[in-house]
């Protein structure tokens, strides 16, 4: 299958559905066909059409010299249309691989028509993406069913079901009966179907052909219909998307200020032609437009730049703290109903104008700002909300919270022409849409995380109740139960947490061998650092009744 899928595939994917590429191989393809002045469909039969010839021309030729041909024409080939820039350097890997799967097939005819399907395999991907290829094997399956090889159907026993291929796979006193009874059956009609067999001649034979070679021409003109209408037309190849890695929302003078920041592939291989190049020029641009709404300002940034603005690799969506006050109902209305941005998009508060801190950041371990962000969230860094937690909470009449991104200023022996790194800060809350008081600190939102089951691990200290010296502790395995109730006194919640905490270091002079100095320790814990020690203290912001 790879030697007849794997070009289709690139294709389909690089042209219709880049968001199923990962963000960092997305730029690394993206930036090889920055100077690439062909569609991939046309770079994919052009590198194929010159593999097979190669491959002709190695059997032609004496079989001294024909291996050697055929090697160091690819590697001359391959070598010098990348740097001319005709093909990509990922166009050349896609097509090795297809050939050397080729090459592993053991029958040659077989391998022979998946050379010959890969061609229009190839077209229907260009044409109509990942629901082409879908199609295009629908007509294999639907011609290999209508095949027979001396008589058999050619998918037998998958397809008709025999009794006789089951019985060698399944064993039961049922399919025992059921084949004697049909082996006296069977001798009974034997004279009978002798007879009827030999008065079938060639004209029946035909007829059945006949019906199969219809039935598959009725079965394509219905693929064909369903392809046409299926209204797959949006090919646009990588070289003309703006792919958005952060959405930056701000309030400025009662309009929304969006940026939007946008990878420069073009600024990301030093040396090729018709790149910037240079390490010293930044890989990501923020374009910035104000609007009434979210959708006015996204048009004027679409206005503004001249390649198709997507939002396929948007996983973080940043606000400055006078937008969330305003209210983020708006931003949640917009990508609900945006097809393009998902639901499971995280997102983040900075303190001020949002804007000027995240262009102004250093990203000293990663390439791009969004990198750190996915790497805070796949690790469990950091408080993570998505849009469709915000969605829950609204539905459900309850409060939602958004992490907080803390800047500080770079180290003087840091070189950097940004004057600011990020790093994870404390938590705010929602209500109703809007950010309101008070703002938890990083070990309250811990006990945020851990309420809400994104805590794996923590690192804490705790004074000794012995001496009243710190005691260092390292926890995992955190699991939390919350569970609401309801007495004479009203309504309340119990938070129920369990851990393994382990001792990393100590300045106390505390007898760990004594159980009365164990059960002493717990309780500190409980006192400083539980979860219910800290929400306590931070219950019922901004109004509200209940009980912890």
Wanted: charged fraction near 20%; charge should be positive; proline fraction near 5%.
């Amino acid at each position: 299958m790879t030697s007849l899928l794997l070009p289709s595939f690139y294709i389909a994917i690089t042209t219709f559905h880049p968001e199923m590429i990962p963000f960092d191989l997305l730029i690394s393809v993206s930036s090889s066909r920055e100077i690439v002045p062909f569609p991939a469909l046309m770079e994919a039969l052009m590198m194929e059409v010159a593999f097979e010839a190669l491959r002709e021309a190695s059997v032609r030729i004496p079989k001294s010299i024909g291996q050697a041909v055929s090697i160091i024409g690819a590697l001359i080939i391959g070598t010098a249309a990348v740097q001319a820039g005709i093909v990509s350097a990922a166009m050349v890997i896609i097509v090795s691989l297809t050939g050397i799967a080729s090459f592993i097939i053991p029958n040659f005819d077989l391998g022979l028509s998946f050379r010959l399907l890969r061609f229009p395999m190839m077209l229907l991907a260009g044409a109509f993406g990942i629901f082409g290829i879908a199609c295009g094997m629908i007509l294999i399956y639907v011609h290999m069913l209508n095949l027979e090889s001396f008589g058999m159907p050619y998918l037998s026993p998958l397809t008709p079901p025999d009794r006789e291929c089951a019985q060698g796979y399944v064993h039961t006193d049922a399919v025992v009966e059921d084949a004697e009874a049909a082996d006296d059956g069977d001798r009974s009609e034997s004279d009978q179907t002798k007879g009827r067999n030999a008065r079938l001649g060639a004209k029946q034979r035909g007829g059945r052909r006949l019906k199969a070679l219809l039935r598959l021409w009725k079965m394509t003109g219905l693929a064909a219909a369903i392809v046409f209408l299926a209204g797959c037309w949006s090919a646009t190849e990588l070289n003309n998307r703006a792919f958005v890695s952060v959405m930056i929302l701000d309030s400025k003078n009662d309009e929304v200020e969006l940026t939007l920041g946008i990878p420069l592939t073009n600024r990301l291989i030093p040396g090729q032609t018709g790149g910037t190049g240079g390490g010293s020029q930044r890989p990501v641009a923020y374009v910035t437009r104000s609007g009434r709404t979210v959708e006015e300002a996204l048009q004027k940034i679409q206005g503004d730049i001249p390649r198709k603005v997507a939002f396929g690799q948007t996983h973080s969506i940043i606000m400055g703290s006078r937008f969330a006050q305003r209210g983020i109902g708006p931003l949640i209305e917009f990508i609900s109903r945006n097809p393009f941005l998902k639901l499971n998009t995280s997102l983040f508060l900075v303190e001020g104008i949002a804007r000027n801190k995240v262009s102004e950041t250093s990203t000293t371990f990663e390439r791009f700002f969004i990198s750190v962000l996915n790497g805070y969230v796949r690790n469990h860094q950091i408080l993570n909300t998505t849009v469709k937690d915000l969605m829950f909470s609204k539905a459900n009449g309850g409060d939602g919270f958004l992490p907080i991104l803390r800047f500080q200023a770079m180290e003087p022996s840091v070189k950097s022409d940004m004057t600011e790194n990020v790093g994870t800060g404390g938590a705010a809350i929602l209500r109703e849409g809007k950010m309101i008081p008070p703002v938890f600190s990083p070990e309250e939102t811990s006990s945020v995380r851990a309420a809400a089951g994104q805590l794996r691990e923590y690192i804490y200290s705790v004074p000794s109740p012995t001496d009243g010296k710190a005691i260092g502790f390292y926890t995992s395995s955190l699991r939390t139960q919350i569970r609401p109730f309801k007495d004479r006194d009203g309504l309340g919640i119990v938070i129920r947490s369990y851990s393994n905490a382990g001792i990393i270091a100590s300045d106390s002079d505390i007898d760990l061998s004594k159980q009365e100095n164990i059960a002493r320790l717990e309780k500190e814990i409980k006192k400083n650092r539980g979860c219910v020690a800290i929400v306590r203290n931070r219950q019922n912001p901004g109004g509200g009744s209940g009980r912890i």
